[in-house]
């Protein structure tokens, strides 16, 4: 196993270029399940969990050439196995996410049913009972979803009790081909839904509502989508994540490939917070603050504060002149940087969903700690900039999930960060 070293109470400086984002790129490769064409996707973050559900496309019978690190052509049309095996699935949930697209392209598949995690037990009943209501007929046996719909996925009005961002995707790529015309309402709102109904909508699809909770999309019929080569969004948490180790370095840096509007919830925060906050286009550049403020923030859909980034605002608020107050709402477990921050001397107390953070700036010290989960672990990153002495975060396998070239992107930034094997 590696761990990461981190010498803290550097100063930061200078600009770090964002990838593109893991959970916008995860549904659109299995969105290819739907095209009757070979597509080129580039700007996709060289990242463990892009690489899994490639390597399950791949099991599937889909073939495809990196032409770089970050760009690849796909073609799924030879796809003759529609299993998705709990070996792989196991590693990654997100591959919940093919199951929407094969069953309506072929009538059937067997997914292996996700595992809890970390952050919460994370239930996929929202997407199965959607399901059913297109026509599809769902057994769970040994842990495996066997979904058959040998008619095809019929159109349907989808209504979700809670508003599901995989939930929404899997849906919206199940009615593509659906015959007759979906309604989603409840439907998630994040950019990474959004450019996965863009690509389908370039790809010919008729789909009304993009952007908003009430999407309608007129089935194919089984007819596979032409469709166009793409671009990834640029990731808005790895963003949001560099922003904060700017933030609790208490130093300015500037973030380039990102779209600022993606933001805007974490931006006014940081802005609550003290810093100062510059945009163009394409970039963002982060002010150091004269004294750090305390936050109160609630986690919740977009545009609101997105949970993804909750563990990182907790880092930054045990630097903080003042009590910060955090309200997790969408997982019953996304706290687990907690004991590892109070090991590093965070003034930190949980009940139930609200943690209350008494800020001690330059109080923190550096440590051995455990990554748990794919943000949480970012979370013990940013404490350990901050923190005096040196921190070995362990169990870093959950950070190369999602952040691209991590160390070299701090290290370049002027942070004292190394890989090493335990
Ligand atoms: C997506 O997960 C993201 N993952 C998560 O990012 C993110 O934290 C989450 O959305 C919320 O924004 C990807 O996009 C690959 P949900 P998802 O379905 O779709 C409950 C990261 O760090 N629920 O929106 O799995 C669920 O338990 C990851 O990159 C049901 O009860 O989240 C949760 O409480 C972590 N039944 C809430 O809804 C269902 O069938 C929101 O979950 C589905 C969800």
Redo the contacts with the bound molecule.
């Keep these: 196993m590696k761990y990461l070293q981190i010498l803290g109470q550097k100063k930061l400086a200078g600009e770090v270029s964002i990838s593109g984002a893991?959970?916008a790129a995860?549904?659109l490769l299995a969105s290819t399940i739907l095209a009757k064409n070979s597509v080129e996707i580039c700007n996709l973050p060289n990242v463990v969990?892009i690489n899994t559900l490639l390597k399950l496309l791949e099991m599937l019978g889909s073939s495809f050439s990196k032409i770089d690190n970050n760009c690849i052509t796909i073609n799924t049309l030879n796809i003759n196995e529609t299993k998705a095996t709990y070996d792989i699935v196991k590693t990654m949930?997100?591959s919940?996410?093919v199951l929407g697209p094969l069953l309506a392209r072929f009538g059937h598949c067997e997914v292996s049913l996700p595992g809890g995690?970390a952050?919460?037990?994370?239930?996929?009943?929202?997407?199965?009972?959607a399901l059913e209501q297109m026509g599809a007929i769902i057994e769970i046996k040994a842990g495996y979803i066997l979904a058959t719909a040998p008619k095809g996925l019929k159109g349907s009005t989808i209504v979700f009790d809670?508003?599901?961002?995989?939930?929404?995707?899997n849906i919206i790529m199940a009615a593509a081909l659906a015959h007759g015309t979906t309604k989603i309402i409840n439907a998630?709102k994040?950019p990474?839904v959004v450019q996965l109904c863009e690509v389908l909508r370039d790809a010919g699809l008729n789909i009304k509502g993009i952007g908003t909770n009430e999407i309608e999309i007129e089935g194919t019929a089984q007819e596979l989508l032409e469709f166009k080569d793409f671009g990834i969004i640029a990731d808005r948490?790895e963003a949001g994540t560099y922003l904060c180790a700017g933030a609790i370095a208490n130093s300015k840096i500037t973030l380039n490939n990102v779209i600022p509007m993606h933001l805007d919830a974490v931006l006014s925060k940081l802005e609550e917070m003290g810093f100062g906050i510059e945009k163009t286009d394409t970039t963002i550049t982060l002010l150091p603050a004269k004294s750090i403020k305390p936050v109160k923030l609630t986690t919740t859909?977009?545009p609101g504060f997105?949970?993804?980034m909750q563990a990182q605002f907790m880092a930054l608020a045990t630097q903080a002149n003042g009590v910060s107050i955090i309200d997790e709402n969408?997982?019953?477990n996304r706290y687990m940087h907690v004991n590892e921050l109070l090991r590093m001397g965070a003034d930190i107390t949980l009940k139930g969903h609200t943690a209350t953070i008494t800020g001690t700036p330059n109080a923190l010290t550096g440590t051995d700690v455990m990554a748990t989960?794919?943000?949480a672990s970012s979370a013990l990153v940013l404490a350990a900039l901050v923190a005096k002495g040196t921190t070995n975060i362990h169990r870093i396998y959950h950070l190369d999930r999602?952040y691209e070239n991590l160390e070299e992107k701090l290290t370049a930034l002027g942070a004292d960060v190394k890989r090493f094997n335990e």
């Design positions: 893991k959970n995860l549904p969990d949930r997100a919940i996410l995690c952050i919460g037990q994370r239930p996929v009943d929202l997407h199965l009972k809670k508003i599901t961002v995989t939930g929404t995707e998630a994040e990474e948490i859909e977009y997105p949970t993804d969408l997982f019953e989960d794919l943000r999602g």
